[in-house]
């Protein structure tokens, strides 16, 4: 079975600081695509990051950066220099190898990011 | 990308009653899916609707409770029947492109409050 975990439920910090979201990931497949979503207080959904799991390499976005490690299976992700427009909850989800299979959705992390 | 239209985007209704929410995609796509958010919850599957087929319901959601239209490769509707409170939610689309491993994107869902 497939599983996401995001364990920090709301984080707050100080607009300039640095956060780091955690994703915890649990499936059997061997070829996966993990995604990271941000869901503004407006409701959309929107994509951040696609990563495949044979591609192990970190990726830097701008303020955004994404650390994978399959030995820990976690994608955790980080914003540095948080601004108050970061301020949404952020999903991690996991798919398996095969087109029609559904995203797994972890519960998602609320974080404010206060002026 | 593709750029998915959700409407309305927001709603109160009263119990007893049904609401259709549209969902229209900007290009064709093979698979839609739709998606139900409960207040400060992650997401949860409700169906995947293919065109030219019925579509297939999650564990815990019925055809009855939530009939799905899917017309043509871009247009996908939802209907919320015989509503009570416990629907209030948000209910999202959502679609996928037509290659593996590919993002899934999102409408900017529908806020549903049943009095």
């Known amino acids: 079975a497939q599983k996401v975990t995001q364990a920090q439920t709301e984080i707050s910090v100080v607009e300039k600081e640095d956060v780091t979201l955690d994703c915890v990931y649990e499936t059997r497949d061997t070829t996966y695509y993990l995604f990271w979503y941000k869901q503004p207080p407006s409701g959309e959904l929107v994509f951040l990051i696609r990563?495949?799991?044979?591609?192990?390499q970190n990726e830097i976005s701008g303020r955004y950066s994404w650390n994978f490690q399959k030995s820990t299976s976690s994608f955790n992700f980080t914003i540095t220099a948080s601004q108050v427009v970061d301020s949404a909850v952020y999903f991690c989800?996991?798919?398996?190898?095969?087109?029609?299979?559904?995203?797994?959705f972890g519960p998602g992390t609320r974080l404010s990011v206060l002026p | 990308s593709a750029v998915i239209s959700q409407k309305p985007s927001r709603d109160i209704c009263q119990r007893g009653t049904s609401l259709t929410i549209q969902c229209q995609v900007d290009?064709?796509?093979?698979?839609m899916f739709w998606y139900r958010q409960q207040p400060g919850q992650s997401l949860t599957l409700i169906a995947t609707a293919n065109q030219g087929s019925e579509a297939t319901y999650e564990s815990g959601f019925v055809i009855d409770k939530f009939p799905i239209s899917r017309p043509n490769l871009t247009f996908s509707t939802l209907t919320v029947s015989n509503m009570s409170p416990e629907d209030s939610s948000i209910y999202l689309c959502?679609?996928?492109?037509?290659?593996?491993?590919?993002?899934?994107?999102f409408g900017q869902g529908t806020r549903l409050t049943v009095v």
């Open positions: 290009s064709q796509v093979t698979m």
């Open positions: 989800a996991l798919r398996g190898p095969n087109y029609g299979q559904n995203f797994v």
């Open positions: 959502s679609a996928r492109g037509q290659l593996g491993g590919t993002e899934a994107f």
């Open positions: 990563r495949n799991s044979f591609d192990e």
